[in-house]
């Protein structure tokens, strides 16, 4: 089960999708657990959350940096810049999708491309150019937390 490691807090701030984020279940989730774990942190207990249920199911769970998964396009690889508001992904190879579309198989062919491997690390850089390391077939927590 490919999980991106999401700060909702981050995405939160953009005003236009703060409300279908808060909407989409994640509000509900994060006032429950904020009655019962006082300062617990929100991101840890998401990922432990994932981790339970991909456990408790049979499935294994990776942490995938979400970087760039948006703007790659899934047919060619071709970085196609967008705004948060453009929804549509155009690419010049003539592939259209849906934006979260594209996203959600972009983090599902990286998750895929760990199979049988464990504790590998994949140094990339984030959106600032700098470069921080993701935990590839560790426990989510772990990776988070070391």
Not at 81 to 89: A, N
Not at 91 to 108: K, S
Request: charged share 20%; net charge positive.
């Amino acid at each position: 089960m490919p999980e991106a490691d999401l700060r909702i807090k981050n995405l939160v701030k953009n005003h236009c999708l703060a409300k279908s984020i808060n909407d989409a279940g994640w509000y509900k989730f994060r006032k429950a657990m904020q009655r019962g774990l006082e300062g617990f942190p929100h991101e840890r207990l998401h990922q432990e959350w994932l981790e339970y249920f991909g456990h408790r199911f049979g499935k294994a769970t990776v942490a995938v940096n979400p970087a760039y998964t948006s703007q790659n396009c899934l047919n060619c690889g071709t970085t196609v810049k967008k705004s948060l508001s453009t929804r549509t992904h155009l690419c010049q190879c003539g592939c259209v999708l849906d934006r979260d579309h594209n996203t959600a198989i972009n983090i599902l062919n990286i998750a895929l491309g760990t199979v049988g491997h464990t504790e590998t690390r994949l140094i990339q850089s984030n959106t600032l150019g700098d470069f921080s390391s993701t935990g590839v077939g560790e426990i989510l927590s772990q990776q988070v937390w070391s």
